[in-house]
């Protein structure tokens, strides 16, 4: 009887292996069935995530502003332009749909700018500088309601004349350094890692105005995940990422405009109109993670 045992579970084991092989079978029917669909429909296999980006290298170095200060050189603090490689104190929208980038994707004529680092007064440029445009931070029907950005919008975030931490909405902290906690100032980065800033512009545009008096007014931050009646049209999100190639002691840190949390970006939005709807409508409001072409990752 002992030996006989096993013989009786063969059976068992044959019905087992067999419905195995059925279930496996049928996992694969579905992962063809579901490639096939994600190629009929792109999308279908795409990452959740409303977001499209632009990789935009260093350009060039000027003490210019062409929205705060236009048509006066040398009457700001000195600013590190990314983007469009003309923009300067002159600088209108023709001149930067007319300009070559350092984005990528190149059909990004945008400028984008901030005040320049310095370390130990030498500045420093980043090594990374990525510009992200996400629906994000407001209800699933509105971001299935996002605009694209009007071209020729013109947009200051952040607070150049902060006084204290209490003034900004800027956030800086280490790459591959998770442990040190962010701040609005800059913060001591290990050995081997990266000081990093972050900032978010506003996305609900009134509607009318490419530009304010302040810079900011015409844009306004959501309310309750909601753009407010006064700013109706929720735009994409733009998420300025910088990374620079220092660490160390934070004292040794300054911006052009002063402490860390004074840190401010500028945008001045020279996107082809066919381009900016088309990422809108193909990666925004449909909630997918695009790459620098616009296409579904």
Known sequence: MDRAAPLSGIPRRLRLATAIGALLALLGTYLVSTTDRADAAPGVNAIRVAEFPADCTYSHRLPDDPIVFPALPGASHMHSFFGSTVTNAHTTLPDLVRS????????????????TLYRDNVAVEPSIATFYYLGEGVRADVVANTQPIPQGLRLVAGN???????????RWSCLHAGQVPPSKDFVNCPA?????????????????????????????????QACPSTHPVHVPKLRQVLRYPVNGDPSRFRLASGPGYTMHGDFFNAWPIEEMARRVQDCIRPVIKCGHDGRPI
């Open 100 to 115: 070559t980038s350092t984005c990528n994707p190149r059909v990004d004529v945008s400028s984008y700018w901030v005040p």
């Open 160 to 170: 150049a004349r902060a006084t204290g931490p209490g003034d900004s909405i800027a």
């Open 192 to 224: 081997g890692t990266m000081l990093e800033s972050y900032l978010d512009f506003p996305q609900c545009w009134n509607g009318r105005d490419l530009d304010s008096p302040d810079h900011k007014s015409h844009l306004a931050y959501p309310v309750n």
